[in-house]
């Protein structure tokens, strides 16, 4: 892991939204370089600020990470993430899209954004499991997400 990384987020509970958006059976992930040894593909999304509701946060990292403008939808299934030094609580929502093009975005904090993809089922298979969040060992497509429900520590 990237020591700035550890210094700005490490060692404190972060809470983080992170949204589920599905276009032709493809689902959308960004790489983030730096919280392991290669690629790192999640759902976009990010922390929520102080003050922050978690739909304004999720449309805010949406813009920041992808280009997209999205309406944020129904709340999916929550997530402990404890890799330390890192601790989130990760709650995920179904999103659309309503506006904006893809773009490769990026964290305002640390830059560690690589690029921003939509992924076929069969292409996420592909990828080593150190490369996918916790939760993309879980379920890959849209189907499979639509079954999770409640919270998985990851």
């Not at 944020?72 to 990760?90: R, S």
């Not at 089922?121 to 429900?149: N, V």
């Amino acid at each position: 892991m990237h020591e700035e990384i550890a210094k700005i987020y490490g060692e404190r509970l972060r809470i983080r939204v992170c949204g589920l958006l599905f276009e032709d059976e493809q689902l959308l992930l960004v790489n983030h370089q730096g919280l392991s040894a290669g690629d790192f593909w999640v759902p976009p999304g990010g922390g929520v600020e102080y003050g922050e509701s978690m739909d304004q946060a999720l449309k805010r990292e949406f813009v920041e990470e992808t280009g997209l403008i999205v309406r944020v939808n129904e709340f999916a299934f929550g997530c402990e993430l404890i890799m330390p030094p890192l601790h989130a609580i990760e709650l995920f929502f179904w999103v659309n899209r309503t506006g904006g093009d893809l773009i490769h975005g990026n964290d305002p904090e640390l830059k560690i954004i690589s690029e921003s993809k939509f992924f076929h089922t069969h292409e996420l298979s592909t990828l080593k499991k150190d490369a996918l969040h916790g939760i993309l060992q879980r379920a890959q497509s849209k189907r499979d997400f639509q079954q999770l429900t409640g919270f998985y520590r990851i």
